[in-house]
């Protein structure tokens, strides 16, 4: 099945270069033009200032605190990854000049949209995908009261020109191009064209009906996203929220699935938050800052009950006292959701209050080469055997041998709460199961976990385990009582005694990149042994003192 899905994507990629790249599909992308925008839709998302300064003064474009300067490259930058180009042409920066406002901000993006369409009048493979086109298109629209309105007549001419000749591509080749997020931008920048731009209201038709479609599909029953990753649902609620607020300005009723799915997601969203109000760190997702995060919540004005469970996303969460335990209990995402996807099963992040203590290692938003470290099973609040990942990773960020059956049961009482799951991850390798059994109690004082191997088939030879748990930069820690427990001291003073039977403690080093772009250096607990015989069982305990 992959091979012919690689031939199939082959073949529709060449088919497109051969139709798209020729001056009759040009010609055809022309036609009648609307003279004005009827409006341009609230961006209501705030804009970084400094940003947009680097980017007027230096030429340097901005991804989480890692810069880029394009020097005499102009947009054809050489030797940098995808993520640098699709934002570049994006124009996702558009609202960072906005935030720096005045003259320089709105005469810097005018010049930059024009130079933009100068070099860009054509369909081009790269900067014509609808992945990028989508985001584009939606972005000069929302923006185009900023630095659109008060241009000279011939600016506008030639923006609406080109807005439309993209508008015409993105419709054409919207369903058949994208999946994910990059899906649901699209789907925006079509609904804005159709919601302003006069007689294009068959735009915004194929739009919701193609909305309601990815809804259904993309925003699972438990409101997560399909891809599992807590920020792409953040930017999916986004989305939806720009449509609604763009809907509710061109005088047409609220849509019902919009409304149904962020009922749903908001839910979603609300669960996989830590006390400090930002996320776990689950699938190629960072942290998100905790003001973005409340800001999304409350233009969704949704109100959403706490939940214990996503169990068609596949996360369980226990929340003892001021403790919190976030669990993945499910399956990778099914292709093409799991390009970012971790190869950790059953992998857990702990917090108690805003002080998180056991943390995955989180995510890179530009380096590849980060990112696929960060994705495998040693980066997690995981067990690992032979030192090796669960999943097989391909060249192009899929995953290969995953897990088939992932189990999970959860014992609920008014002081204590069991988690018990497993997964057959390990079963194409060497026929062993996985059970992690996590249980809270005590207030939140008491967190345990029971790691358990077993081989049905019988063991071929002996397996090295190691069960890691890496720490946040601000939880000190010490080895004690000549190494068999580990004393960890939070930034708040408070202590906590982690205690392993069953295997040796030790302490090593690890990294966290929790938000930005540079790793934060930090420490883990790693509980090593072996497996010679078909059953092996871990037990480990992270208590506070003195509770």
Known sequence: MPLLRTIEQTIRKQASRLTYNSPLYNWSLGGTVPTRLLFSPADIWKGDADDARWLLNSGSFSIGGDRLELHDANWHPEGVSDIWVKHIHSFDWLKDLRALGGHQG????????????????????VYWHPAILGRRVGNWIAAYDFFGESADDEFQELFLENLVRQLRHLKRTISSTLHGVDYFYAIRALAYGGLTLEGREDYLEAALHLLDEQINKQILSDGGHISRNPQQLLQVVQILIDIRSALRQG??????????????????????????????????AQESSEDIIKSVLMQAGVRARPLKSLPHTGYEKATKGRSVLIMDTGKPAAWPYDRGSHVAPLAFEFSHGRDRIFVNCGAHPTCPNWQDALRSTPAHNSLIIDDRNICDLKDDGSMHYRPKVVEVSRDEKTHSCLIDASHD?????????????????????????????????????????????????????SLIKEGSEALLRLKNGVGWRFTAEAGTLALDNSIYLGDGIRPRKTKQLVITGSMSEDFRQFKWALQKEGA
């Not at 100068?118 to 369909?123: I, K, Q």
């Not at 005590?442 to 019988?458: A, H, P, Q, V, Y």
């Not at 071929?460 to 385990?465: D, E, G, L, N, P």
């Open 106 to 125: 709105r005469k810097g993006a005018r010049l930059m949209v024009q130079s933009w369409i100068d070099e860009h009048e054509s369909w081009h493979e």
């Open 251 to 284: 005088g047409y009723p609220s849509i019902e699935a919009i409304q149904h799915g962020l009922d749903r997601s908001v839910q979603a969203l609300r669960f996989l938050r830590h006390s400090d109000g930002a996320f776990a760190l689950f699938h190629s």
């Open 425 to 477: 991850g390990y079963v194409p390798q060497n026929g062993i199961v996985h059970r992690r059994r996590l249980y809270l109690a005590g207030n939140g004082f008491d967190f345990r976990g029971e790691e358990s191997l077993s081989c049905m088939l019988g063991l071929a030879k002996a397996h090295t385990v190691a069960i890691r748990f890496h720490l946040h930069p601000d939880v000190k820690v």
